[in-house]
């Protein structure tokens, strides 16, 4: 009995002692990032140095399946080597950097922050670990479109991030399916279905249903509804000072009242948009339903997730009203050892030039307006959808025009993954009532963030 | 005598120095690990419990007494977690220590390849956390799970696995109990063979089958043992926390859309990472300690009793 509890602890010694040098590991690999070259922040172009790059999901960089501006740029400047520094969950991506700013160590050179995540950067504490971009040499708020940079503003003025890409958000829609059930199949025509309202939308969805073929649903998911119907509308989760006003807010009651009355008519397939188990993610492949909400780097999970079996079968339409779901910005922490390099490089990454070649390569769209205009930009075309190729750039850049900034808060992260999460995914599998689920959302706000 | 050597005091000190002192030189790695990774984080948890303190915030926080613990006790989603931290508990501990006392006594006969399953059974043991759940999730799952497939078969159909509450608690008290029936039975087998097979002789000469045998020999002779397994068992499903967070998937962190499976430990995550406040979390870390502590006593009374009973 004593040895076998002996060799239980052993074995607890020898995971907590294999974490702590894991840790410790990981916390000496990221420290010497910056020690690893060079001796000071002394930039002499002649000496050696090293640039960490951190970021999350795929932003369309790198060497092997992006846009490869790594290696431009370091055939431009030769005594830079950059490293990119990749997690590939955004959520665990920001948990470890607020971990880092905190400690002020471990960080990158740069670090991209998402849209998520931005409004809790600016706050005080944690927006006084980056470099302010307004006194940086060559930065100009107006290169971006106008809601973008508002974004990573804090609320005495500094700006503490160059915008990467935007999400303006369209409908993908199956045209058999639409087909099938009488509906036009024509993106004008579908757009017109339901231009100007979003209500629209979800009556079109009943009209689906009518005549739907059997086991699928009008659209993926209540949560994805929401979030596109929310990202349309100019009063958020926050006002204006940052203060969470979700249970007042206009815009929040709106993208609720129609995702529940979707999920009352049975609109929805109660999938949960990027489960871990993947059944969202076969469900495109299966067929389960005919529209999803569609901002710009959708179109790549649409394809990846369809297959090639179903290439044509999706097409975009405009929506019902422009939003922005999503994007990123880059950072540059003050503490680094190349701040200026770091900067400049950053500057250069989000530039027109470099963010329509990532288009080019990647489709996320340019947040930066003369990037947004560039004719490579206006006249993208994707050939997975449509008949003859759907004319995404132009798609995508007319939403992005017509997008009305809204103010954004630290807390509204949490009141998403709430609302789409404990809320309208609890109406759909478990049948709650949705004044039930809107009072256990609620609570659970309340329990979260305290108002 | 007039040579350099030290004086003979001098040397008797420094080895009565050696023999007082080297022992406890020896045992300190021990205690310094043990205050770094042990007694540090528990009162350095204890003292944020009594502060307010976010994620991310520079400083130390701000003192606010016991009301972090004031607070869970009105907050319904602690006291749910309490109560599934409970009924998992129950559902994957019981059947678990069950089953392992059976496999043990099964294992305890001569049977062919017997190094071999006494291997097998601790398989599951050395499999992670993650890859047992996720298997584990393929199987549940409701659509085009194995599980349902073959319920389907036998006429049950469409048990909502991942979101229905006694399904999913059910579910994730089969990965539990899966991992750790055979750590168990490995357990009761080293305590079955110490005991004296004289005593099987004379019980089977007094004419006890083998199910008596089992009753009146193994049992009291492990007793001590499967009051061991009992504290273990019950330790880790106190702090249950993989098994939930992974099953469910994008949820898992509030234990499904409806906490329907959230345990105290995964409402303590949710509380420190994914909301930020580590006061809270501290004060929930806190809390779970001492339910230990008090479920830890009590099984110490039940023991003490029992061994009074039997005259110990």
């Known amino acids: ?451 | 005598m007039a040579t350099s050597a030290p004086p003979a005091g001098w040397r008797s000190r420094l080895y009565r120095l050696d023999t007082k002192a080297s022992p406890y030189a020896y045992i300190a790695p021990f205690f310094l690990v043990f205050a770094a990774f042990g007694l540090f984080p528990l009162i350095y948890t204890g003292w944020l419990s009594l502060h307010h303190v976010e994620l991310g915030q520079s400083g130390s926080g701000t003192w606010v007494g016991f009301d972090n613990y004031t607070s869970l006790w009105d907050n319904q989603f602690f006291w749910k977690a309490l109560r599934n931290t409970f009924t998992l508990g129950v559902i994957s501990t019981v059947p678990q220590l069950l089953m392992a006392l059976g496999l043990a006594h099964l294992l305890n006969y001569k049977l062919r390849a017997r190094g071999f399953f006494r291997v097998a059974v601790l398989a599951p043991y050395a499999t992670s956390i993650a890859a047992a759940a996720l298997v584990f999730v393929q199987l549940f799952n409701p659509d085009y799970g194995m599980i349902n497939q073959f319920l389907g078969h036998v006429g049950v159909h469409d048990i909502r696995w991942d979101s229905s509450k006694w399904p999913a608690q059910i579910a994730i008290s089969a990965i539990v109990t899966w991992r750790w029936t055979g750590y168990n039975a490995l357990i009761y087998l080293a305590a079955m063979q110490a005991v004296p097979a004289d005593l099987y002789e004379a019980a089977a000469l007094d004419g006890a089958s083998r199910w008596r045998q089992f009753l009146s020999v193994t049992i009291p002779s492990i007793r001590p043992t499967i009051f061991f397994t009992i504290i273990v068992s019950t330790i880790g499903a106190t702090q249950l926390f993989g098994e939930p967070l992974i099953y469910g998937g994008g949820v898992g962190p509030t234990g499904g859309t409806d906490h329907q499976y959230q345990t105290l430990s995964l409402y303590m995550y949710d509380k420190g990472w994914q909301v930020g406040q580590l006061g809270q979390a501290s004060a929930v870390a806190w809390v779970m300690l001492l339910i230990l502590l008090l479920i830890g006593a009590a099984q110490l009374l039940v023991m003490r009793a029992n061994r009074r009973k039997l005259g110990g």
């Open chain 1, 1 to 451: 009995m004593r040895t076998s509890g002996r060799t239980r602890r052993t074995a607890v010694i020898a995971v907590a002692g294999l974490a702590t040098c894991a840790t410790l590991i990981t916390g000496c690999s990221s420290d010497s990032k910056d020690d690893a070259k060079g001796d000071s922040g002394k930039s002499s172009s002649g000496e050696q140095i090293t640039l960490h790059i951190g970021d999350f999901g795929s932003f369309g960089y790198d060497d092997k399946t992006g846009a490869k501006l790594f290696s431009e740029y370091e055939r431009l400047h030769p005594n830079i080597k950059i490293v990119e520094d990749n997690v590939s969950d955004g959520q665990q991506y920001w948990d470890s950097l607020k971990l880092h700013l905190q400690q002020n160590s471990g960080l990158d050179d740069i670090q991209a922050i998402e849209i998520g995540y931005i409004a809790e950067a600016i706050q005080p504490n944690l927006a006084s670990k980056f470099v302010d971009f307004k006194t940086v040499k060559g930065f100009n708020v107006d290169d971006w479109v106008s809601y973008k940079e508002k974004e990573a503003t804090t609320s005495d003025g500094k700006v503490i991030g160059v915008g990467t890409d935007i999400g303006p958000t369209a409908i993908c829609y199956r045209t058999d399916f639409f087909k099938q059930a009488g509906l036009p199949t024509d993106p004008a025509q579908v757009a017109a279905l339901w231009n100007g309202d979003w209500s629209k939308f979800v009556s079109v969805g009943e009209q689906f249903k009518a005549k739907a073929p059997s086991g699928v649903a009008f659209t993926d998911s209540a949560g994805g509804l929401f979030n596109a119907v929310l990202s349309s509308q100019s009063a958020q989760y926050s006002d204006e000072s940052g203060k969470l006003v979700y249970d007042s807010s206009p815009g929040v009651q709106t993208a609720w009242n129609l995702s529940a009355k979707a999920i009352k008519e049975g609109l929805t397939a109660k999938l949960q948009q990027f489960d871990s188990n993947n059944t969202w993610s076969a469900a495109f492949k299966t067929g389960k339903f005919a529209t999803v909400a569609c901002p710009s780097w959708m179109i790549g999970q649409v394809a990846a997730n369809s297959g090639p079996a179903n290439k044509g079968k999706w097409d975009i339409a405009q929506p019902p009203q422009a939003g922005n779901w999503g994007g990123s910005f880059l950072a540059v922490p003050k503490s680094g050892k190349h701040v200026a390099e770091a900067t400049a490089f950053a500057q250069w990454l989000t530039a027109a030039a470099q963010e329509v070649k990532v288009f080019q390569k990647f489709g996320n769209i340019p947040s930066n307006k003369a990037g947004l205009a560039d004719p490579a930009v206006q006249n993208a075309t994707n050939d997975y959808f449509g008949t003859a190729g759907a004319p995404i750039g132009k798609i995508f850049s007319t939403t992005a025009n017509a997008i009305q900034p809204a103010p954004i808060g630290p807390k509204d992260g949490t009141v998403k993954d709430i609302i789409t999460k404990n809320g309208l995914l609890d109406m759909e599998q478990r049948g709650t009532s949705a004044d039930k689920a809107w009072s256990n959302v609620k609570a659970q706000v309340k329990d979260k963030v305290g108002e």
